[in-house]
């Protein structure tokens, strides 16, 4: 069997942020039309999904951390800024391969999204909130009403990109600062999505358990082709 494992690789020839930038410019103009048509389609059918329910959707309940976490206006930037961060796992894809693979497993969180949000249609409480105090928060409110709730996609593209970026950094050697602030990131989203009232924890858990699940088979798949190779 070969040594090599999943978390050995070889020492990069150039500094890490050279290594991102060549990553970068490989495949440049299949990855900004597929992650343009690929976010752009999701959007369809999520929205909707969402307008067209085949049953009334269930409210989903309220824990002890969705009272303690505050609304809070400044909360929507982090909400909107996974939509630039799920786009760095593919913009910083080696290879076709590794392009293939964040696009399968991105659209397997898609998919089960969908389906649960078609089965199972849900929709979070109608909270004590006056709105027009948190004008950011109004737009989202008037554009995604806050329905298709469980699990939180939001949460699991995030999760999943932590994932992604966590192995693609550790490949160029960059930083640990690099990959603390990678980890922040992620969770300054997860936290948006319950400061937004556009989730609550239930939401949250079952969106990190299936981007934890389509992970753990990304990076079993990913040990195994390293030792074949």
Request: charge should be positive.
């Amino acid at each position: 069997m070969n040594s090599r494992t999943a978390t050995s690789f070889p020492a990069p020839c150039v500094p890490w942020y050279q290594a991102l930038g060549s990553r970068f410019a490989t495949l440049w103009v299949a990855k900004m039309i597929g992650t343009t048509v690929g976010i752009s389609g999701f959007f369809v059918i999520y929205f909707w999904v969402m307008h067209n329910p085949p049953s009334e959707p269930t409210v989903m309940p309220l824990m002890l951390l969705d009272h303690w976490v505050g609304v809070s206006d400044e909360a929507m930037l982090l909400y909107g800024s996974l939509w630039f961060y799920i786009s760095l796992p593919p913009a910083f894809a080696k290879d076709w391969a590794g392009l293939r693979a964040c696009a399968r497993d991105a659209a397997f969180i898609a998919g089960v999204g969908l389906a649960v949000f078609w089965f199972f249609p849900t929709t979070v409480p109608a909270f004590a909130v006056d709105w027009a105090q948190y004008p950011s928060l109004m737009f989202l409110k008037n554009a995604d009403a806050g329905g298709n709730a469980f699990p939180s996609l939001h949460v699991a593209f995030a999760v999943f990109t932590a994932v992604l970026l966590e192995r693609q950094l550790r490949e160029v050697r960059a930083p640990s600062w690099v990959r603390v602030l990678n980890v922040l990131w992620a969770m300054g989203i997860v936290y948006s999505t319950l400061a937004t009232r556009q989730h609550v924890l239930l939401d949250v858990l079952g969106g990190t358990l299936l981007a934890a699940v389509v992970s753990r088979a990304g990076t079993t798949r990913a040990r195994l082709a390293w030792n074949e190779a």
